[in-house]
């Protein structure tokens, strides 16, 4: 039997799964890390400390699973996409806090640049140019740190995303760690060239980073290098998967064919479709991005459209409104009623993202009478999530031309069963969920996998793929049409609003 590790580090925590050849978890270790705030809108994180906590959760998920390192086959790495760090090579520590992606502290910057700056870099990265990205917070970086300036010019720095800071620690650090990233977190950063997948240089110029400091671009699964056999798994291990976390998700849920889709559930929503080896520039708010390059073979893109508010308006409802102790108890109050006696929730509480990219959108609530209830408004509220998921899923289909049979979903609320069937209700297909729903993690071991031998192909990940539940939709056409209308409306009083 071979095992498979997969380092996945997120926005809040790290955490070390181990798989077995038919995608068990056999092994498992978590730890949050701070999040620094240094003033508003400026989010940061512990390079040192993210690296502390790696190596503590790979020891704990061997101990757990009664491993040792000597006995993976590989390691994959998914990471929080973005989030940009720069270190010096000859002493392994940051020469800055990590700028996280949530963090806006570039967006004067890049609202300066000039309207034919700002085309380019949307054309050649397929990326709007929002300070969401890499790019801008490299040149942060560079113009703002002297510790940074100083490192560049006696050639000792390095950036990269946490993908590249993690592998060249774990694959040696200063004893010769290797600077690689994948394609998938290249496509995140604004400065790679969708057509050559490789750095532009008319985009580095534009964002003002020199070539050198950045990692080299390489697939998703192939052998960057080995584990340092004095590291946590106390063996060189082939390094042989990265993805981004969205990315890896696709993945993990095998979506390997040109219109195959899944939405992460979570604080927000991310959505994927498949284009295939097709880049598909979006006419309708959507981010072009790379899915995944296995080895030799011909990347495949995607479409990728965010949702801002999902999980988090459940959190609003729980903790700003008092009408639930947790956020479990939403399906049996929204449960309590048919349906929302014509109440509407647009919970746009810091703007709206795809496809109405709206900064400046407020939430709204619409549709109250006497009659209306908290149970009416917990309807909404999974409604809404489900109605900003469509949103973003028909211009997916419009973008592509590709008709949508299903979607696959993973995280937190496909939990809720009441806020799935509405998903499959509100947008008219079969919404299905994984058995094994750690798929982001999954995702980075089958691309570890796929390179060392593990798994013969996609077409093998393919046949481990189980369903846990699938909802099918009850509602009519009619339906379908008079909700999204009236949702329409309430998104309407929203950008009004603004």
């Known amino acids: 039997m071979a095992f498979v590790g997969s380092l996945d580090q997120g926005t809040s925590s790290t955490r070390f799964m181990i798989f077995d050849q038919g995608g068990k978890v056999v092994g498992q270790h978590q730890l949050e890390h701070k999040q620094i705030l240094p003033q508003a809108g400026w989010v940061e994180h512990d390079g040192v400390e993210i690296w502390e906590r790696t190596q503590e959760v790979i020891s704990g998920a061997l101990k757990q699973a009664n491993l040792l390192g000597s006995d993976l086959a590989a390691i994959g790495i998914t990471n929080q996409r973005e989030t940009t760090i720069a270190w010096d090579v000859t002493t392994g520590l940051p020469l800055h806090n990590a700028i996280v992606w949530q963090d806006v502290r570039t967006a004067s910057y890049l609202e300066g640049l000039s309207e034919e700056s700002r085309a380019k870099l949307t054309h050649k990265s397929g990326l709007t140019v929002a300070p969401y990205f890499s790019g801008s917070k490299m040149h942060w970086l560079i113009k703002n740190s002297s510790a940074v300036q100083a490192a560049i010019a006696s050639g000792n720095a390095r950036f990269g995303t946490i993908d590249s800071w993690l592998l060249w620690n774990l694959s040696g650090g200063v004893q010769g760690g290797v600077h690689f990233t994948d394609v998938t977190n290249a496509s995140r950063t604004l400065l790679m060239n969708l057509e050559t997948l490789d750095w532009d240089q008319e985009l580095l110029d534009i964002l003002e980073v020199p070539h050198g400091v950045l990692p080299a671009i390489k697939s998703s699964s192939e052998i960057y290098g080995y584990t340092n056999p004095h590291g946590p798994l106390g063996a060189a291990v082939p390094i042989s998967g990265i993805l981004g976390d969205q990315q890896a998700a696709m993945v993990g849920q095998v979506c390997f064919e040109r219109g195959e889709s899944k939405t992460t559930y979570g604080t927000g929503n991310f959505a994927l479709l498949n284009t295939g080896t097709d ?30 508010v999902t999980g988090s308006a459940i959190q609003w409802l729980r903790d700003q409104l008092g009408i639930i102790n947790q ?81 696959r979903v993973d995280g937190g609320i496909t939990a809720n069963s009441l806020c799935m069937q509405m998903q499959a209700d509100i947008m008219g297909i079969d919404i299905t969920r994984p058995l094994i729903t750690e798929t982001t993690a999954l995702g980075a071991a089958y691309a570890a996998g796929l390179a060392t031998g593990v798994w013969s192909d996609t077409n093998e990940l393919k046949q481990q793929w189980q369903q846990s539940r699938r909802w099918n939709p009850t509602s009519t056409a009619q339906m379908r049409a008079d909700g999204y209308a009236n949702w329409k409306k309430a998104i309407e009083r929203t950008l009004n609003w603004a």
């Not at 880049?279 to 949702?307: D, W």
Request: with cysteine; proline share 4%.
């Open 327 to 407: 956020a479990a108890d939403t399906e049996a109050l929204a449960s309590s009623v048919t349906d929302t006696a014509g109440v509407y929730f647009v919970p746009a509480f810091s703007g709206l993202f795809a496809p109405y990219w709206r900064n400046d959108a407020r939430g709204v609530i619409v549709g109250l009478t006497r009659a209306a209830t908290k149970a009416h408004l917990a309807r909404a509220a999974l409604e809404a999530i489900c109605y900003q998921t469509r949103d973003v899923m028909d211009a997916m289909v419009a973008d592509s031309g590709v008709p949508m049979s299903e979607m």
């Open 279 to 308: 880049i598909v520039r979006s006419k309708n708010g959507l981010l072009t991005t790379v899915c995944y390059k296995f080895g030799n073979q011909p990347a495949h893109f995607a479409l990728e459209g965010s949702v801002a």
